[in-house]
């Protein structure tokens, strides 16, 4: 096979096969280097900054942050989102037989075929039912302040100086060296290309080729002298960084805006970065918070950020706001105005809460008051963890169909849970719960042992040396970002369908232990036959008291099952050297997890997909009002969290009308959080308005709602899902 035709094609698969060491994490970082020397380069002046296109696309063999080496041939099932193998070859017919041989050496390198070999047959089944998953891949949030302030001369600095500490790891700190080199090339080359473009350049277009060129005479070797090419070279990094989540945004670049003098030229900077931003569906970007001593971190780029997304309106990027006991009032207004716009951001995360939960699993207040949102929300601690990301999930009211009916999966009907015994013998609810708790730690211990599997895989061979340069701890320890190179490797496991469980058992305990109404064969078989010719069991177990309307008999169940998760959770330690933690984050899963239950007991039917979508209620439960809906959650010890806790809420746009309105919401906001609550999302639209576009889509292209954790154009939903968020109740306080 002669590699050099493929140079141009193929540059990541031709310069991981012709790195000069075996070692993996070196060979990646040389096939990164070799791409910067050989990608072609495209610069586009309407958004001035500049930055490498995804390092895999439009190439079918390139390298994924969460995935590794991707040979991305659907013909195989390797990765099944497009046939770029055959789109590749339909480009270049006459290099098929080489680039057909080109595949063929490289797929062994890719991990999901190994995922796939260490997967027992049970685990698959478990995950495509719906019940649980195991996962270690994923998010991270590298510390772009470091990389800004050092520069890469800085960096290589501390590579050497660290070097001599582990004399014994020079493919891995040559690895990081060659990361530098990428970066560095990348620059040289716009540079270049720049030169190039200016000879012709008119108007805009040469004044921004003129600041590149300058630009680039600075960066990325030393520390930007304005905000610019600050704006620049975080981009630059971004890119090669696979444009995962920005992090803690005002935090990194707010010194650089902050100082910049020319107030007119670091907005217009931050406007072309938002349209960058929205055009790589860019992940969770982070403002505002506290430090250590409760000083506020806001600056002119928080408040900046916030107006950037009111006037774009985009669904992207995810913004976060965290907010604590200092927070201004200037900032909680400039979060309204935003949350009034309908873009259901940004999301609101408290300090108080989250800092305590993640202290109490040994992060220390200067790093836990470092912490961001990555992904949807899962949460990191800035540039020195490998913690933000989806570990696994696991399906709460699917532990409930397992306790009834002895492990049997309803929607399958094979047997995928334990034996804990006939539910018609049970004597009390206190032995149903017993089962329930047996199911549940088995689903539990299934998603440790896959993620475990999984993480040690990744360590092994998909190693990421461009995130072992820029999170800490893996210079300093002279180890790999997913090889318990950073200082936290705790991981986050996301559930589904607790407020759904927690109604089951109510129910249950009702009609079935304490009243006496129903015996549990009669549920069973109601349930069997999706309540048919059981229209009063149906009516009864359908209209029994709902978590989220303060009731204490099914508040008190919530709180003892969301405790049990948490706290089982936290006794089970991460390959990479945490302990797994809890919190909830559905994104767009929650009707399909409804779908692959069968009728339950909360009075949902088969094929109904209704499911709750947050720790809150199922949608349309909260009947009291938004003030007893809070409270309900509030029974749930959300400082046992150390992951995205995700509360969602609908409110009226009459609600943010108004000025009285918006501050009836903040001191809603307020009191939630003073009393222990971690995160609210909400969205601020018309039911009627949701409905026309269901009936109008034409009319809405605009359209956009909060949906698990995220924000998306209503129009762009599976019509599930758009009925999830319609029957969420109309808050108005």
């Known amino acids: ?10 540059p990541f698969a031709v310069g991981f096969l012709t790195a000069d060491r075996e070692d993996r994490c070196y060979k990646i970082a040389y096939a990164l280097k070799f791409m910067a020397e050989n990608l072609e380069l495209k610069m586009d002046l309407k958004n001035w900054f500049q930055a490498p296109v995804k390092s895999f696309v439009p190439y079918s063999i390139g390298f994924s942050r969460a995935d590794g080496i991707c040979v991305r041939d659907h013909e195989n099932g390797v990765i099944t989102r497009e046939n770029i193998k055959t789109k590749k070859i339909a480009l270049y017919p006459e290099y098929e037989a080489e680039l057909n ?28 039912n719906k019940c649980c998953w195991g996962r270690g891949g994923g998010h991270g949030n590298p510390d772009f302040y470091m990389l800004l302030r050092l520069g ?35 620059a040289k080359r716009f540079q270049e290309k720049a030169k190039e473009l200016i000879k012709t350049a008119e108007g805009e277009d040469k004044v921004v080729l003129e600041r590149l060129i300058e630009a680039f005479d600075n960066i990325p070797e030393n520390s930007p002298r304005n905000f610019f090419e600050a704006a620049q070279y975080f981009w630059m990094a971004y890119g090669i960084a696979d444009f995962d989540s920005p992090g803690l945004f005002d935090y990194f670049l707010g010194p650089w805006y902050q100082n910049d003098p020319d107030k007119e030229l670091r907005y217009k900077c931050l406007e072309k970065l938002w349209q960058l931003f929205y055009e790589t569906r860019s992940w969770n ?34 913004i976060t706001m965290r907010v604590h006991k200092n927070t201004p009032d200037s900032l909680w207004h400039a979060a309204v105005d935003t949350l009034a716009t309908g873009i259901g951001m940004p999301a609101i995360y408290n300090d108080e809460c989250v800092c305590t939960a993640l202290e109490s699993i040994g992060i220390p207040p200067s790093d836990s008051h470092l912490y961001c949102m990555n ?25 409930v169909e397992f306790a009834l009916f002895n492990g049997v999966c309803k929607f399958s009907n094979e047997k995928l849970g334990l034996t804990t015994g006939d539910a018609r013998e049970f004597k009390s609810f206190e032995e149903f719960m017993a089962a329930y708790y047996k199911q549940v730690e088995y689903l539990a211990d299934t998603i440790v042992s896959v993620s475990n599997r999984y993480q040690e895989a990744y360590a092994k061979y998909a190693p990421i040396p461009w995130r072992s340069l820029t999170i800490q701890g893996c210079i300093e320890r002279g180890l790999e970002y997913k090889n318990k190179g950073p200082y936290y490797g705790h991981g986050q496991v996301l559930t589904e369908g607790l407020p759904d469980a927690a109604d089951s058992m109510a129910a249950i305990k009702h009609y079935i232990y304490d009243t006496k109404k129903y ?65 909830c984050s559905t994104y767009h899963r929650a009707p399909n997890y409804a779908i692959h239950c069968g009728a339950l007991p909360n009075g949902k039917k088969n094929n109904e997909t209704l499911l709750a979508d947050s720790i809150g209620c199922t949608p349309g439960n909260d009947k009291c009002g938004p003030t007893a809906l809070l409270n309900s959650v509030l029974r749930g010890n959300q400082y046992l969290s150390t992951s995205g806790n995700v509360m969602q809420m609908k ?26 609550g971690q995160t609210l999302q909400i969205n ?25 954790g995220f924000s998306e154009y209503f129009n762009r939903l599976p019509e599930p899902l758009q009925d999830n968020i319609i029957a969420r109740t109309d808050n108005e306080i």
């Not at 096979?1 to 193929?10: A, R, Y």
């Not at 960096?155 to 990428?182: G, Q, T």
């Not at 992904?375 to 532990?399: P, T, V």
């Not at 889509?697 to 698990?708: A, D, M, Q």
């Open 1 to 10: 096979m002669d590699l050099q035709k493929l140079t141009k094609i193929e």
């Open 101 to 128: 041989e080109l595949y063929d050496v490289m797929r062994p390198y890719d991990l999901w075929l190994y995922l796939n070999s260490i997967t027992s047959d049970i685990e698959k089944k478990l995950d495509e």
């Open 152 to 186: 890469t001369k800085g960096m290589r600095e501390k590579i050497e100086k660290f070097r001599f500490i582990h004399n014994d790891r020079d493919d891995f700190y040559d690895s990081l060296l060659l990361c530098c080199d990428a970066i560095e090339i990348f």
């Open 285 to 318: 970007l982070c403002v505002g918070g506290s430090d250590e001593f409760g000083n506020d971190m806001s600056n002119d780029l928080t408040y900046d950020t916030l107006k950037v997304a009111r006037e774009f309106k985009y669904n992207t990027p995810n």
């Open 375 to 399: 992904g949807c929300n899962q949460i990191d601690i800035f540039g020195k963890s490998h913690m933000g990301l989806e570990d696994g999930e696991i399906s709460i009211i699917k532990a």
């Open 519 to 583: 015996t549990m064969a009669e549920l069973l078989d109601a349930l069997d036959k999706d309540f048919e010719g059981y229209d009063e069991l149906y009516k009864d177990f359908k209209g029994y008291d709902k978590f989220g309307n303060d009731i204490d008999e099914v508040d008190d169940i919530y709180a003892a099952i969301s405790d049990h998760i948490y706290r089982y959770f936290r006794t089970k330690k991460t390959f990479r050297g945490g302990v797994f933690g809890v919190g």
């Open 651 to 676: 409110f009226n746009k009459a609600q943010f009308n108004t000025d009285a309105g918006k501050e009836a919401y903040i001191a809603l906001a307020k009191t939630y959080f003073r009393m222990g």
């Open 684 to 708: 601020v639209v018309s039911r009627e308005e949701l409905l026309d576009a269901k009936v109008h889509p034409e009319k809405y292209e605009n359209l956009i709602v909060r949906v698990g």
